[in-house]
């Protein structure tokens, strides 16, 4: 990744794409530059006119997950944590009786 990104740099400083460029990059990066993959980004990226393939790739369409059914564990989850009315009013009544003793 970090080769391609060097050959965006390049491209946004409006400069030439060349493995020399790329490989000073990376090595300015802290990276142990591969010549073997620079050449072959650099042979790739020769056709490629990268200002057309970055305004095509900002409008790209995504695609939304489809949303996951959880309604039944919820369901289940509030069920377990809500107590029980029974424990609530007897909670109350003895809270109340303890008051007018």
């Known amino acids: 990744m970090e080769y391609l990104h060097a050959s965006l740099i390049l491209h946004s400083a409006g400069k030439k794409i060349t493995e020399k460029a790329v490989g000073d990059i990376l090595t300015a990066a802290g990276v142990t530059p591969d010549k073997n993959r620079i050449k072959g980004l650099v042979a790739a990226l020769a056709d490629v006119k990268i200002e057309e393939a970055l305004k095509s790739a900002a409008v ?23 107590p029980e009315p029974e424990e609530e009013e007897e909670e109350e009544e003895s809270g109340l009786s303890s008051l007018f003793g």
């Open 60 to 82: 790209m369409p995504t695609v939304a997950a489809a949303p996951v059914k959880a309604a039944a564990p919820a369901k289940a989850e509030k069920a377990a944590l809500a």
